[in-house]
């Protein structure tokens, strides 16, 4: 069974830098797309980016792209997303996901993923 932990959320302010770091095991990580989504409080579930599992691509959501980068370490089985520049409102609970072999058309689609991690809180103060 597949199991995704994160890690690295905390309070930094506006213009700040953190970097979330989600730990993999139960499978064969290189067979996995990963994702990182957020959620803010009565806000819908929020694609941010996600790296396919060969690694070769990787997609960004709008409000984040330019500021954050994600990237996918196969030997420690670890997704990570530096998060640079940070505003108030990407303050959420963010989640990694894992999609067994998802191509890139539905990789901004969270229910494709089959499984999360219970989240990290990421809270950017003005």
């Known amino acids: 069974q597949v199991q995704l932990v994160e890690s690295g959320g905390g309070l930094v302010e506006a213009g700040g830098s953190l970097r979330l770091s989600c730990a993999f095991s139960?499978?064969?990580?290189?067979?996995?797309?990963m994702a990182w989504v957020r959620q803010a409080p009565g806000k819908e579930r929020e694609f941010v980016a996600g790296i396919i599992w060969t690694g070769a691509s990787t997609v960004y959501a709008d409000a984040v792209k330019g500021r954050f980068t994600i990237t996918r370490d196969t030997a420690a089985n670890s997704v990570y997303l530096q998060m640079n520049s940070l505003k108030p409102e990407d303050t959420a609970v963010y989640y990694c996901?894992?999609?067994?072999?998802?191509?890139?058309?539905?990789?901004?689609?969270?229910?494709?993923?089959?499984?999360w991690g219970q989240g990290t809180q990421v809270t950017v103060s003005s």
């Open positions: 996901g894992a999609g067994f072999r998802l191509p890139i058309s539905p990789i901004t689609n969270a229910n494709r993923y089959g499984y």
């Open positions: 139960g499978g064969s990580f290189s067979t996995y797309t």
